[in-house]
């Protein structure tokens, strides 16, 4: 993922808390807390789904899966 849309992520995640009114880390550990949930769900399919988002490491920044899923909203539409 290039920087800017990373960065346009992070500012987004920052409006959102600000949003909310609550601290950006809360935001950010409801976000990771989904992802963790959703990766050890044991249907096959969406295990696949997981292997399909490009990332740096082993598993996906939170950056990294919102810019997946941004990206697979923008191609259905």
């Given amino acids: 993922m290039n920087r800017e849309r990373r960065k346009k992520i992070e500012q987004t995640l920052k409006k959102i808390a600000k949003e909310e ?3 950006e880390s809360e935001i950010r550990n409801e ?3 989904a992802m963790l ?3 050890k769900y044991s249907d ?3 295990q ?3 292997k399909d988002i490009p990332c740096e490491n082993a598993t ?3 950056e990294e899966f919102i810019d ?3 990206g697979k909203v923008s191609e259905s539409k």
């Fill in 37 to 39: 949930y959703a990766q």
């Fill in 21 to 23: 009114g609550v601290p």
């Fill in 68 to 70: 997946f899923v941004a």
């Fill in 44 to 46: 096959i399919e969406i």
């Fill in 48 to 50: 696949r789904s997981w």
């Fill in 60 to 62: 996906p920044t939170i």
């Fill in 31 to 33: 976000i990771a807390s």
